[in-house]
């Protein structure tokens, strides 16, 4: 599989209004994050400095102040960022099948969110069920690669493959969301989930592989972006340690604002456009073996299936079957 990224990168620059509200709320939530934890890391360090509280009771108030910023951390992505992600993967989809972008993206892509998807719920489901089949499916690669764990040489590699995979499955997932923005997908969000994954599964190794190349790419590209911004905190620590603990999150707040407001968006746009037009130069009808042959192994597919226009899921076979079937042993 060829990655476009001549292609995905026209695209990406063309739903730039999308990309921007992208970078705007990334800036938001860094800004925040900076001021959120700057305002922790002054206030207990100032406690601490005038003695009023013990470094224990220190610790225990920043795991407390990190409790809390998780928490309304996922519930803003839940439901701020993912509505944001899945209409600029609509209007992603659009610019790939007509080469153009709509007029007005923003409310394109949450008018075909809301067109595809009744409730925000709905997409929620989807998504998870789509992630938990491929999770489920390439679990079978990580099996294989487990019996190479038995050399001692190899077990650090097997590990750090098992993990690579987990990763690359969040950037497929939204390809296959992605599919179902398509002019060929059923109207149904189900059955077009559905159709996704079957391509994902004729095509699975190309698909993963070049993934989990370009996500190792995206991480050794924020890496070096980190490092470029470790000057900032340098300079700061000539002044005190407060600032340089705070020149240090603020180093981090930039590079996770460019991080999840620019690279990521790009790298997904990549992995989307190169799904689509390679699942394109097919006949986008993956046979019934490729379902069954899924089924047998996902039971999450199968609850996938039978969600799809109420389709039978196929019956799983039992685990001595599978160790006996050649098409079972790897995806």
């Given amino acids: 599989m060829v990655l476009h990224f001549g292609r995905a990168t026209n695209v990406f620059m063309k739903t730039l209004p999308f990309v921007l509200l992208r970078i705007a709320?990334?800036?938001?939530?860094?800004?925040?994050?900076?001021?959120?934890?700057?305002?922790?890391?002054?206030?207990?360090?100032?406690?601490?400095?005038?003695?009023?509280?013990?470094?224990?009771?220190?610790?225990?108030?920043?795991?407390?102040?990190?409790?809390?910023f998780v928490g309304a951390w996922r519930l803003v992505s839940k439901y701020l960022l993912y509505l944001v992600k899945a209409g600029h993967i609509a209007v992603v989809v659009h610019v790939i099948e007509t080469g153009d972008a709509p007029d007005d993206q923003l409310t394109y892509g949450t008018e075909q969110v809301k067109d595809r998807f009744a409730e925000a719920s709905v997409l929620f489901a989807v998504d998870k069920l789509v992630k938990a089949v491929l999770e489920e499916f390439n679990r079978s690669v990580v099996s294989v690669?487990?019996?190479?764990?038995?050399?001692p040489s190899l077990e650090k590699l097997v590990r750090l493959v098992g993990k690579a995979i987990a990763v690359a499955v969040s950037y497929v997932d939204e390809a296959i969301l992605a599919y179902?923005?398509?002019?060929?997908?059923?109207?149904?969000?189900w059955q077009s989930a559905k159709e996704g994954v079957l391509l994902?599964?004729?095509?699975?190794?190309?698909?993963?592989?070049?993934?989990?190349?370009?996500?190792?790419?995206l991480y050794a590209a924020a890496a070096v972006l980190f490092l470029a911004l470790?000057?900032?905190?340098?300079?700061l620590a000539g002044l005190s340690p407060a600032f340089e603990v705070a020149g240090w999150v603020v180093v981090a707040g930039l590079t996770l604002t460019?991080?999840?407001?620019?690279?990521?968006?790009?790298?997904?746009?990549?992995?989307i456009t190169t799904f689509l037009l390679e699942s394109a130069d097919g006949d986008r009808r993956p046979d019934d073996a490729m379902a069954d042959r899924i089924a047998r192994r996902s039971e999450a597919f199968q609850e996938l299936a039978s969600r799809a226009g109420g389709e039978r899921a196929t019956e799983e076979q039992p685990a001595s079957d599978l160790e006996t079937t050649p098409e079972a042993s790897a995806p």
């Fill in 25 to 68: 709320v990334g800036l938001g939530l860094g800004l925040f994050t900076v001021l959120y934890f700057g305002a922790v890391v002054w206030i207990g360090t100032s406690l601490l400095d005038a003695g009023t509280i013990s470094g224990w009771i220190a610790g225990i108030g920043l795991l407390i102040a990190v409790g809390l």
């Fill in 145 to 151: 690669a487990d019996r190479l764990g038995a050399v």
């Fill in 180 to 189: 179902g923005f398509t002019e060929d997908a059923a109207d149904d969000p």
């Fill in 200 to 217: 994902y599964g004729e095509n699975w190794k190309p698909i993963l592989g070049s993934t989990m190349l370009i996500v190792i790419g």
């Fill in 230 to 235: 470790t000057p900032i905190a340098s300079v």
């Fill in 258 to 271: 460019v991080y999840a407001g620019v690279l990521k968006p790009w790298v997904k746009t990549v992995v």
